[in-house]
């Protein structure tokens, strides 16, 4: 606020001595001239805070980043296995819809989640326990749950 408060103060102070030299000035060609001086003169004055904008529009735009000083392990990996833990709950969660649209009863399905190299989650295997009494039902599962998940799943008698 206050370079704002010194740029008004001297604009002012720029037009009142230009027009007091104006005034006393003698007439003719060297009027205009002074004139044409006093004129730039407060020009620049007045548009001083541009110059100023213009070198912080640089001084932004050459401003580098640098992440990895930011970066927290412990909370990159908790969100992964947060990230994990959400995906696999939501696969279940659908596939035990699946199986039980067909009527085929299971004890449980469990998703188990791999990172690849790039960083990315992936399925690394779904594995169904059936009962022992609906083992003859294995085939039916495997089949149904391929085409979810595009992979062989692995079905456990218990």
Do not use: H
């Not at 904008?53 to 401003?63: F, G, Q, T, W």
């Amino acid at each position: 606020m206050e370079s704002v408060r010194e740029w008004a103060a001297a604009v002012s102070c720029a037009c009142v001595i230009g027009s007091m030299l104006s005034m006393i000035s003698p007439g003719g060609g060297s009027k205009r001239m002074l004139g044409m001086i006093i004129t730039l003169m407060t020009m620049c004055i007045l548009f001083r805070p541009l110059s100023s904008a213009m070198d912080l529009a640089l001084d932004i735009k050459n401003y580098s980043f640098d992440e990895s000083q930011y970066r927290n392990s412990e909370l990159e990996a908790e969100v992964e296995r947060g990230a994990k833990s959400v995906y696999a709950a939501y696969l279940e969660e659908n596939l035990c819809r699946v199986l039980d649209g067909e009527g085929i009863s299971f004890k449980s399905i469990e998703v188990i989640m791999d990172n690849s190299e790039d960083g990315c989650i992936s399925i690394g295997q779904v594995e169904v326990i059936v009962k022992n009494e609906d083992v003859d039902k294995t085939d039916r599962i495997k089949e149904l749950l391929r085409g979810c998940i595009g992979f062989e799943p692995v079905v456990r008698a218990q």
